[in-house]
Nanobody, 120 residues
């Protein structure tokens, strides 16, 4: 599956952004999907994941209550609604298939990410 994230930008602290991840191929719905981010000078880290049907979701403690992951299998698209953004949310955000029920990427493949910059 080919993946391309979009929707990033510059926002003030407390603001909101909605990220999208467009997936090509007919296998999108067969994957648990997740969002990861890489802050400047840091390793890529797990943000959130969602089950095949969307009925199970997982979040890193740092984003619980502020971010909401969702998916539309008919559109082969994954979303991340980000509210109450903080400067520490700054980074490049990537979407990727994850191992079911975990925070681990399923493959060592990262499509095009989208940059989120939160100013204080």
């Amino acid at each position: 599956v080919q993946l391309q994230a979009s929707g990033g930008g510059l926002v003030q602290a407390g603001g909101s952004l909605r990220l999208s991840c467009a997936a090509s191929g007919r296998t999108f719905r067969s994957y648990y999907m997740g969002w990861f981010r890489q802050a400047p000078g840091k390793e890529r880290a797990f943000v959130s994941a969602i089950s095949w049907s969307g009925d199970s979701t997982y979040y890193a403690d740092s984003v619980k209550g502020r971010f909401t992951i969702s998916r539309d299998n008919a559109k082969n698209t994954l979303y991340l609604q980000m509210n109450s953004l903080k400067p520490e949310d700054t980074g490049v955000y990537y979407c990727a298939p994850v191992v079911a029920g975990s925070a681990d990427p399923r493959y060592d493949y990262w499509g095009k990410g989208t940059l989120v910059t939160v100013s204080s």
